[in-house]
C-alpha cells in the first residue's frame, strides 16, 4: 500500500520492503518520486509501483510487479470411491478470483486415481469443479489429491476401493 512516507511491499502482515523518496537503490539512484496503482497485466491483477529516480544526469521511472495477495483454497473430495467410478472435486477459495481468474494446479498421488493437470477458477468465482477419473483394484489402494494456488495447499486423503455386488447397484 501507499503511505505518506512511501510504498509498502508485504504480504498484509509483514511488510517485504519500503520504498521511499530519497532513498537510494544501487544501480539506479536516488528515488525522487513514489506512485502506486493497480492494473491487469497478461489478464492477471498485478500491483505496479512507479519509482521516479535521480542517477545525477538525468530524471528515468521505473516500473516494479508485485503478484497480488492470492486466495487461500480448500478442497472437498469424497474420502473412497470405487474403481471405474467417477468423482466430482470441489475447490474453494476463501474470496473471489482476481481479474483474470486464478489457475489451480491439481495433484494425485494414488496410482489408480488421475485428476486433470489444472482448474481455472474465473474472475469474481469463489470455486471450481474437476472430476477424478478412477481405475478398477483388486486391493485398496490409498493416495491423496492436493490442490496448489501459490503458497495455499489442501490436500486431502483419497482411496480407491474393489468393486463389489454392492458398488454395482
Request: net charge neutral; glycine share 8%.
Amino acid at each position: 500500500w501507499a503511505g505518506p512516507n512511501g510504498i509498502f511491499v508485504g504480504d498484509g502482515v509483514q511488510t517485504q520492503a519500503v520504498v521511499q523518496t530519497g532513498d537510494v537503490i544501487p544501480g539506479l539512484g536516488t528515488v525522487t518520486a513514489v506512485a502506486m496503482m493497480e492494473e491487469a497485466i497478461n489478464d492477471a491483477a498485478q500491483v505496479a509501483f512507479a519509482l521516479q529516480y535521480n542517477d545525477g544526469e538525468s530524471l528515468k521511472s521505473a516500473i516494479v510487479r508485485a503478484d497480488p495477495i492470492l486466495p487461500q483454497i480448500a478442497l472437498k473430495v469424497a474420502a473412497t470411491a470405487s474403481g471405474c467410478k467417477k468423482v466430482n472435486a470441489t475447490v474453494t477459495l476463501d474470496r473471489p478470483a482476481p481479474p483474470g481468474g486464478v489457475i489451480i494446479e491439481l495433484s494425485e498421488t494414488n496410482p489408480s486415481a488421475s485428476v486433470p493437470a489444472s482448474l481455472k477458477i474465473a474472475s469474481t468465482r469463489t470455486s471450481g469443479k474437476f472430476t477424478v477419473n478412477v481405475t478398477p483394484v483388486t486391493s485398496t489402494q490409498g493416495g491423496a489429491i492436493t490442490a496448489t494456488l501459490g503458497s495455499s495447499v489442501a490436500t486431502k486423503p483419497f482411496s480407491v476401493v474393489p468393486i463389489s455386488v454392492q458398488t454395482l447397484m
